[in-house]
């Protein structure tokens, strides 16, 4: 039987850094941002990358493109209406990844569904001239039929 002295001293003790919340990156500051309503009231919203967005719960959102050079372009804004958050999120990611979006801002203070919609609304209306050239989501058979009813 072979024995190895180890000698404790000369062991460092190294601090281990807390984990971070899931999706949240080291850069926290960088992961808030202010959107502005047409009411003239600000939003706080917490910024993820689409990739790294984590399960919504229901909660008011933007679609953002970011460029390189920083600047953001809204792309769509709404709310996760689902009681589970992996549903929001799979929602969310298929509409970002359709419309090109690379950011995901995600203001969780909203709690109600009415308070939810007060703040998309506000902010929709905000946007509006950014939003108006979106595909309108759902409504392909009924713009086929107003069109056939034109000719």
């Not at 072979?2 to 000698?7: T, W």
């Not at 990611?93 to 569904?113: I, K, Q, S």
């Amino acid at each position: 039987m072979a024995a190895c002295i180890v000698n404790l001293a000369c062991v460092v003790r190294r601090r281990v850094p807390a984990p971070a919340a899931p999706g949240l990156a080291a850069d926290l500051p960088a992961r808030l941002h202010f959107w502005r309503g047409a009411s003239g009231r600000r939003y706080a919203h917490t910024v993820y990358s689409l990739i790294e967005c984590p399960p919504l719960p229901q909660a008011a959102y933007l679609l953002v493109r970011r460029d390189p050079a920083g600047q953001r372009q809204v792309l769509h804004i709404g709310s996760g209406e689902s009681g589970a958050p992996s549903l929001n999120l799979a929602s969310l990611r298929r509409r970002g990844a359709t419309l090109g979006a690379n950011e995901v801002h995600v203001h969780f203070p909203a709690e109600t569904p009415e308070a939810r919609g007060l703040v998309v609304y506000d902010l929709r209306a905000a946007q509006f001239g950014a939003l108006a050239a979106e595909p309108v989501h759902g409504r392909c058979e009924d713009v086929a039929r107003v069109a056939s009813l034109e000719t």
